[in-house]
């Protein structure tokens, strides 16, 4: 068994897999009895596939927040790029652990190369001038297991620094920040793990804070 998910875990780029399923194959002798019953990590490490727009509401520190929750792929993008002339604010995931894939939809095309030109069209667009952008940079706990393994130069051939965490994921947040082509806006970036439920906490007080800092100035009464 372990055997079989060195070689899979060495492997995992080459495939369409899911990032959970490790996890999951791990756990495959505790989910297979009939008492099995999903902790609250197996719950966060579950995925579902964005389609569409999912609109999710939800009051925190006596806010009252409108979540837009729309889907990545190149097929879904028509559904949603024109509905958010007036939101408040952009998150952006980027799944750092994806550098050395490529897309479901196009396997001649690198997954971070692809997300690299939707921030560019995002940030840049007409309609967001005024908009806050916040990027955050996903999955840091696969990209630090992944990064001692796989170069970053797979990505970035002309990536000269080490490949540790630290070095490459600043790396790769100066490309997405190098997007920007206003002076006047300010990318605001996380390095996050969205099963990581205090680094969740900590990311979320500090976006919040941003969407209020911005709604005043906006108000004028900043």
Request: glycine share 2%; proline share 1%; with cysteine.
């Amino acid at each position: 068994k372990k055997k079989t998910n060195d070689a899979f875990l060495f492997r995992s780029n080459e495939y369409q897999l899911n990032d959970s399923a490790k996890y999951f194959l791990d756990k495959l002798d505790e989910i297979g009895q009939a008492s099995y019953l999903p902790s609250t990590q197996d719950i966060l490490r579950t995925r579902v596939k964005t389609t569409g727009i999912v609109e999710i509401n939800f009051s925190f520190k006596d806010l009252n927040f409108r979540v837009f929750d729309v889907g990545g792929q190149r097929s879904e993008r028509k559904k949603w790029i024109h509905c958010f002339e007036d939101v408040t604010a952009i998150i952006f995931i980027v799944a750092l652990s994806e550098y050395d894939q490529v897309l479901v939809e196009d396997e001649t095309t690198n997954r971070m190369h692809e997300s690299l030109r939707l921030f560019d069209s995002i940030c840049n667009n007409k309609w967001f001038v005024n908009t806050s952008i916040i990027l955050f940079l996903n999955k840091k706990d696969l990209f630090e297991e992944k990064i001692a393994r796989s170069s970053l130069r797979k990505c970035f051939p002309e990536y000269q620094g080490k490949d540790d965490y630290t070095e490459a994921s600043e790396y790769i947040q100066a490309q997405f920040v190098a997007q920007n082509k206003s002076e006047q806006k300010e990318i605001y970036c996380h390095l996050t793990c969205a099963t990581d439920t205090q680094n969740v906490q900590f990311v979320f007080d500090a976006v919040t804070d941003v969407i209020i800092t911005n709604n005043l100035r906006a108000s004028g009464l900043y």
